[in-house]
């Protein structure tokens, strides 16, 4: 017998060709491609127009506003721990040293 897969057919050995996997493996592989790419494209634009908006829009405006006021803010809190921090240190050393 030969080494190819096969099997008879009317008394003839009948070599089994292979399905052409790779052929529909690419075809799936490229209908997913293409579906990744057109969410990544969907998404930029989302992004543009977000970013439009942003910019041109009173809501907007507010939004940036309202953002960068909180973040003042944040800092404000973190700066008003870190100097209160060091003046209980300092005042904890100055009371060892009297």
Known sequence: MTEEK???EKGVWVVESKPPATKLDE???DKRFTEATKAVISSVNDV???SHDLVTTKEGKQYIEKTINDTQMQIQKSFDGIIKSVKDELDKNLNKIK
């Open 27 to 29: 075809n799936v592989i």
């Open 6 to 8: 096969g099997h008879f």
């Open 48 to 50: 543009m127009k977000v």
